[in-house]
């Protein structure tokens, strides 16, 4: 069973930093896409930040030149870098796997789109 685990949320002032992280485990082939999204209270998710197998990244305009997404692939983590925080990141962070490839109880690979349970992250001002 494929299972995506965030760590590393907390409780910053505005001005610091945290890391985020994500293990996805399991019976994984590979995956396409790591990202980190975030959900603030009463609005909708949002896009934070995304990077390919093969590196590529794209952030969303409120976070960049702050926040810097990493992965690695040997070990199905991702990170995310949080610098600079303001009061306006605080949300839940999810973690998502785009195009995860597993072996199923059948031999077979599926490919299937997974989220973490989310972590939360306040910015006290």
């Known amino acids: 069973q494929v299972q995506l685990v965030e760590s590393g949320g907390g409780l910053v002032q505005a001005g610091g930093s945290l890391r985020l992280s994500c293990a996805a485990s399991?019976?994984?082939?590979?995956?396409?896409?790591m990202g980190w999204y975030r959900q603030a209270p009463g609005k909708q998710r949002e896009l934070v930040a995304i990077?390919?197998?093969?590196?590529?990244?794209n952030y969303a305009d409120s976070v960049k030149g702050r926040f810097t997404i990493s992965r690695d692939n040997a070990k199905n983590t991702v990170y995310l870098q949080m610098n600079s925080l303001k009061p306006e990141d605080t949300a839940v962070y999810y973690c998502?796997?785009?195009?995860?490839?597993?072996?199923?109880?059948?031999?077979?690979?599926?490919?299937?789109?997974?989220w973490g349970q989310g972590t939360q992250v306040t910015v006290s001002s």
């Open positions: 990077i390919s197998s093969g590196g590529i990244t």
């Open positions: 399991g019976s994984i082939v590979s995956i396409n896409v």
């Open positions: 998502k796997a785009d195009r995860l490839k597993y072996w199923n109880s059948g031999g077979g690979v599926k490919a299937s789109d997974y």
